[in-house]
């Protein structure tokens, strides 16, 4: 499937997406189980739930532009040790020393809910874990990219990196969402990619934005804030894991996402705003395996025109 992929990414054209190598690329089209099959080089995440429902596919044709499956976070937490809900990586030892890295993911809050944020309990500061390498948030090491939620400033996103001797934060655009709201985010599916490279002079932090109709485009540049960060750093094993919708083991500063998650992606790249464009419009592409398909039945039909 990983080759398939990768074929597949070469004939429509979005090679400058193969150079990188993938770490992590969940589409979450398993449809029912509690393995997210991953088709980067890391190992499958598992679908886990600790005192509260685990996550839950949303069924076919309900993920990123009505193409597979998603994930729905259906009971926000604020966070508490071992209350959390995720998709858990065992192993983060891949996201360790990166001196450049992609995350991106589609993602989609729950009406019923403020910024993927509870409403009943909406803390200043707040923050919904969309990705995380680390439980502790405040530890000099790792990555914790998500959601904050500010009453001065309304909602952000919320990024810390550390190098295992540093780290520093920000949090980046309060335009969340793309039809140009500042209060609230947008309920349809929004498209988001954080890219570190150590080797920029500034700005080595940079969060974009798009969704399926619209192209990606900056929204934050870090300034500098993470200057001094040489890279990821390496974990304390003892907190060793990768944890997507919530803090790892519901560390106490975090809390899960309420909403659905979809196409996860993780690379040691940091890709540039045309590379980023080329992976959010491959959200509405079908799965290697569906797309031939399609190709062998219009093949077919083209060649039965022509016997004609």
Same mark, same amino acid.
């Given at each position: 499937?990983?080759?398939?992929?990768?074929?597949?990414?070469?004939?429509?054209?979005?090679?400058?997406?193969?150079?990188?190598?993938?770490?992590?690329?969940?589409?979450?089209?398993?449809?029912?189980?509690?393995?997210?099959?991953?088709?980067?080089?890391?190992?499958?995440?598992?679908?886990? #739930?600790?005192?509260?429902?685990?996550?839950?596919?949303?069924?076919?044709?309900?993920?990123?532009?009505?193409?597979?499956?998603?994930?729905?976070?259906?009971?926000?937490?604020?966070?508490?040790?071992?209350?959390?809900?995720?998709?858990?990586?065992?192993?983060?030892?891949?996201?360790?020393?990166?001196?450049?890295?992609?995350?991106?993911?589609?993602?989609?809050?729950?009406?019923?809910?403020?910024?993927?944020?509870?409403?009943?309990?909406?803390?200043?500061?707040?923050?919904?874990?969309?990705?995380?390498?680390?439980?502790?948030?405040?530890?000099?090491?790792?990555?914790?990219?998500?959601?904050?939620?500010?009453?001065?400033?309304?909602?952000?996103?919320?990024?810390?990196?550390?190098?295992?001797?540093?780290?520093?934060?920000?949090?980046?655009?309060?335009?969340?969402?793309?039809? #140009?709201?500042?209060?609230?985010?947008?309920?349809?599916?929004?498209?988001?990619?954080?890219?570190?490279?150590?080797?920029?002079?500034?700005?080595?932090?940079?969060?974009?934005?798009?969704?399926?109709?619209?192209?990606?485009?900056?929204?934050?540049?870090?300034? #500098?804030?993470?200057?001094?960060?040489?890279?990821?750093?390496?974990?304390?094993?003892?907190?060793?894991?990768?944890?997507?919708?919530?803090?790892?083991?519901?560390?106490?500063?975090?809390?899960?996402?309420?909403?659905?998650?979809?196409?996860?992606?993780?690379?040691?790249?940091?890709?540039?705003?045309?590379?980023?464009?080329?992976?959010?419009?491959?959200?509405?592409?079908?799965?290697?395996?569906?797309?031939?398909?399609?190709?062998?039945?219009?093949?077919?039909?083209?060649?039965?025109?022509?016997?004609?």
């Amino acid at each position: 499937m990983k080759r398939n992929h990768a074929l597949l990414l070469s004939i429509l054209g979005i090679s400058s997406l193969l150079t990188a190598d993938v770490l992590i690329d969940m589409r979450f089209n398993e449809g029912s189980g509690n393995t997210a099959l991953n088709q980067g080089s890391l190992a499958n995440g598992t679908i886990v #739930g600790s005192n509260r429902p685990a996550p839950a596919y949303t069924g076919s044709g309900t993920g990123v532009g009505g193409v597979g499956d998603a994930l729905t976070w259906t009971s926000e937490q604020t966070g508490r040790a071992n209350f959390f809900q995720s998709v858990d990586i065992a192993d983060n030892s891949g996201t360790n020393n990166l001196s450049a890295w992609t995350f991106a993911v589609w993602w989609k809050s729950d009406g019923t809910f403020d910024n993927g944020l509870n409403d009943s309990n909406p803390l200043n500061g707040d923050r919904a874990t969309l990705f995380a390498t680390v439980s502790d948030h405040s530890s000099d090491a790792g990555i914790h990219i998500g959601l904050n939620n500010s009453f001065s400033t309304g909602p952000q996103y919320y990024i810390r990196m550390g190098d295992g001797s540093n780290s520093a934060a920000a949090f980046g655009g309060t335009d969340m969402n793309v039809s #140009g709201r500042s209060t609230a985010f947008d309920d349809d599916w929004n498209f988001l990619a954080v890219t570190f490279d150590h080797s920029l002079g500034t700005d080595k932090v940079r969060i974009y934005k798009g969704d399926l109709n619209t192209g990606v485009s900056s929204m934050f540049l870090s300034s #500098g804030a993470f200057d001094a960060i040489t890279g990821t750093g390496v974990a304390n094993p003892a907190l060793a894991g990768i944890s997507i919708g919530d803090g790892l083991g519901g560390f106490a500063a975090e809390s899960s996402f309420y909403g659905e998650l979809d196409n996860v992606y993780f690379a040691d790249e940091a890709l540039d705003v045309s590379a980023l464009d080329q992976l959010r419009a491959s959200a509405a592409i079908p799965e290697p395996s569906t797309l031939l398909l399609s190709l062998s039945a219009c093949m077919a039909w083209l060649f039965y025109k022509r016997r004609r």
